[in-house]
């Protein structure tokens, strides 16, 4: 489909990058049913719902998904599972979803949450290459020059070195942005398993290690109580 807008000159939108694809469900699969599109149902999201061959009802006791769509309510959500507790599914359509740890810690064992991970990765990365090639192009002082530097500015992206924290959608896509650059890359995540695009790929234990070699670093980490504090004082004079 992307191919085929492309080729009409329309926006491509959005590619998902979902490192997980493919990996089993922490629960079992819900049942099929009807689904409520909450707390104020929009036709982008219901029209996605009936084309994809469901059913889009309000909240009663014959629900068995929830699109939840306040990013900022989840008490709502949680009001919601209460009234309906046969809903075995809620799809929050946003990348971010530390609002919503609680409800996922609580219900986890008999709803499946998904989410939009991965949704975003294409545009972010590309920003955040933006502002990689910006900053150590001083871009941002360039722009607003009005004669030529007498001193050398900027340096380039060329063969640095370069530490991505996290590997999800948005650092694989980053790396792949990276990879004309010629760069040796560092991971940093969770797990030791490597990393496509990436010359290494180290634990967060190690990050004290790796920091004062890097060029750049990009921070592509979710949000969570394990990443909160990653960065501090001792990380950046490092």
């Known amino acids: 489909q992307g191919g085929a807008l492309a080729r009409r000159g ?8 979902v490192p997980t694809s493919g990996a089993p469900l922490p629960i079992d699969a819900p049942q099929p049913g009807l689904v409520a599109v909450l707390p104020e149902p929009t036709d982008l999201h219901v029209d996605a719902v009936t ?3 469901g059913t889009v009802s309000p909240l009663d006791a014959d629900t068995r998904g929830t699109v939840w769509l306040d990013p ?9 599972l209460a009234s309906a507790p046969g809903v075995g599914w809620v799809q929050l359509p946003f990348a971010g979803v530390d609002a919503f ?3 996922i810690q609580e219900h986890g064992d008999r709803v499946l949450f998904t989410s939009a991970k991965g949704a975003y990765a294409e545009p972010v990365a590309e920003h955040a290459l933006a502002l990689t090639l910006g900053t150590l192009r001083v871009l941002q002082q360039r722009a607003r020059a009005s004669s030529w530097a007498t001193e050398p500015e900027g340096v380039s992206l060329y063969g640095r070195n370069v530490v991505v924290i996290g590997a999800g959608g948005i650092a694989l896509e980053y790396l792949r942005l990276l990879a004309p650059f ?4 560092t991971v940093v995540r969770r797990s030791p398993e490597p990393v496509p695009g ?7 234990d190690e990050l004290d290690r790796v920091l004062p070699d890097a060029d750049v670093v990009m921070i592509a980490a979710a949000m969570t109580s394990g990443t909160a504090k990653l960065f501090g004082e001792r990380q950046f004079r490092l």
């Open 10 to 17: 329309c926006q491509r939108g959005h590619r998902a990058v």
């Open 51 to 53: 084309e994809a061959g």
């Open 72 to 80: 900022r309510d989840p008490a709502g959500l949680a009001d919601a």
């Open 101 to 103: 740890a609680h409800l």
């Open 182 to 185: 010629d760069v040796d890359v």
């Open 198 to 204: 990436a010359a290494r790929t180290v634990t967060t």
